[in-house]
């Protein structure tokens, strides 16, 4: 029930569009992934600048005060 229909030193066929499939779809998840990561570090880099941002406005309005004092 487990044994092959081959001899035991024939070699199993295999289709070539099964080889291009399966390298289409690993190369669609690394690509995702790749595209997965980049958007991370584009959020962290937009999340930094407008924290930067905020920082340089709460000194342009500060400083002022403090320097006239």
Do not use: D, N, W
């Not at 569009?17 to 595209?35: D, F, H, N, P, Y």
Request: charged share 15%.
């Amino acid at each position: 029930m487990l044994t092959h229909t081959r001899g035991p030193f024939e070699r199993v066929t295999y289709s070539s569009e099964v080889r291009t499939s399966a390298r289409a779809t690993s190369a669609a998840a690394q690509l995702a992934m790749i595209k997965r990561v980049c958007m991370s570090a584009v959020t962290i880099l937009a999340a930094g600048t407008v924290l930067a941002a905020i920082l340089a406005l709460k000194v342009a309005i500060y400083l002022p005060r403090f320097i006239h004092h």
